[in-house]
Nanobody
């Protein structure tokens, strides 16, 4: 059983920055692919970013086009944490952001159904 807990959300003016954190409990965190997804009111959940596990201990990153160049995903395996640094935020980034995990997931990482565990989410609100 893996438990995920997000933090770091809040209210920020457009152009500002936030750093989201996700703490994972459970064994073998280093073998998880970790993803961030978001869901805005009245919209479907959408993929934001992922750090993809690989057998050579290198994690590959992938981002949604809408956040490329503005968001950065990173992880600290020693602390069992994953982060989402969000810069140059826009009002359309307003959503509940959730982290998700899947053991050794490598393909179709932008598909939410591929993940096994989810956090409760943290609200990010960007005002203009």
């Amino acid at each position: 059983q893996v438990q995920l807990l997000e933090s770091g959300g809040g209210l920020v003016q457009a152009g500002g920055s936030l750093r989201l954190s996700c703490t994972a409990s459970g064994p073998t965190f280093s073998s998880y692919t970790m993803g961030w997804f978001r869901q805005a009111p009245g919209k479907e959940r959408e993929f934001v970013a992922a750090l993809i596990w690989s057998s050579n201990s290198i994690y590959y990153t992938t981002y949604a086009d809408s956040v490329k160049g503005r968001f950065t995903i990173s992880r600290d395996n020693a602390k069992s944490m994953v982060y989402l640094q969000m810069n140059n935020l826009k009002p359309e980034d307003t959503a509940v952001y959730c982290c998700a995990s899947a053991v050794m997931l490598r393909l179709r990482v932008s598909t939410a159904e591929r993940y096994d565990y989810w956090g409760q989410g943290t609200q990010v609100t960007v005002f203009s």
